[in-house]
């Protein structure tokens, strides 16, 4: 039977190379959406292209919520083997003009959902021997980024939880690593204002913004046996803007 692979938030530019990635490479692909209504759009052109996905409404600051995703997503289609804690939003603003709103709105929903997440399938590929948790974090949680105290601060703490995590789980052959990626070219990067992109571009070496399949590989490759050594690692991909 195929494995099971869930990414929260797969509907926007990098979750949805991810979904497509994955499928590509044999799991069965399910993923979470915030706003209902979404879905109708993305599985039709999903569907287009040759994939069959199932998607489910979930908002994953909502630990209740993720009880429930998860009794639902095991008996339709079994257990997760593979997570990938996608979701995530920014809410930019210099600190002096960041309000409590947009600081707990992004903590919420980049922070507090991969123990929301997580907490509901890890015991299950520790108990059934084999296991993945991928977490998406960002350039900014390694760099900092003028504007974004609350989305660095969110980020690099997922880097903090994977390290931890990675440890309690690796001897049940579960491992648990963080991908932080450049700017890449999806609507959150282009939600930048214009000038103030093109100066970030311009500090990137490779000089230009990365394309969403080229993170999903490295998810595709986490996900694989042959990733089975690699825990508790922060994986760099921004075309060079941040060397450490
Ligand atoms: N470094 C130093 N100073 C900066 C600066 C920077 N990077 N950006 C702005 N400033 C300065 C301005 O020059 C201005 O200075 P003066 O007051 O002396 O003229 C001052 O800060 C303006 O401050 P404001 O608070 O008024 O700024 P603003 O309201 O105009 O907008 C901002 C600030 C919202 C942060 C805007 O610059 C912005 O959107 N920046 C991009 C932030 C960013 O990179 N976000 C990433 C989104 S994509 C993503 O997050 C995906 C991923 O993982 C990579």
Redesign the pocket.
């Known amino acids: 039977m195929a494995k099971v692979a869930l990414i929260t938030g797969g509907m926007g530019g990098i979750g949805t190379a991810i979904c497509k990635q994955l499928a590509d490479a044999g799991f069965s692909v399910v993923t979470t959406y915030s706003k209902p209504g979404r879905e109708v759009q993305w599985l039709a052109d999903a569907k287009e292209a040759g994939y069959t996905f199932r998607a489910y409404q979930c908002d994953v600051t909502d630990y209740d919520a993720c009880v429930a995703l998860a009794a639902q997503i095991t008996a339709d289609v079994g257990p997760v083997d593979v997570l990938v804690n996608n979701a995530g939003i920014?809410r930019?603003?210099?600190f002096?003009?960041l309000d409590k709103v947009n600081w707990d709105a992004v903590i919420k929903t980049n922070l507090d959902s991969i123990f929301n997440v997580t907490k509901q399938f890890v015991d299950g590929m520790a108990d059934r021997g084999w296991g993945r948790v991928i977490n998406i974090s960002?350039?900014?949680g390694q760099k900092g980024?003028?504007?974004?105290t609350n989305?660095s601060a969110a980020?690099a703490g997922m880097h903090g939880f994977t390290m931890a995590l990675a440890q309690e789980v690796a001897k049940k052959g579960v491992t648990v690593n963080t991908i932080s990626?450049?700017?890449?070219a999806t609507d959150?990067?282009m939600?930048?204002?214009e000038d103030?992109r093109n100066k970030?571009i311009s500090g990137i070496p490779v000089s230009r913004l990365g394309k969403p399949e080229e993170i999903a590989a490295l998810i595709t490759y986490l996900s694989s046996d042959l990733a089975g050594f690699m825990t508790g690692a922060n994986l760099a991909i921004n075309g060079g803007q941040h060397m450490h």
Do not use: C, E, L
Request: no cysteine; proline share 8%.
């Open positions: 920014t930019d603003a210099s002096k003009k960002s350039i900014n980024q003028f504007g974004q989305y980020k990626p450049g700017y890449i959150m990067v939600a930048v204002p103030v970030i």
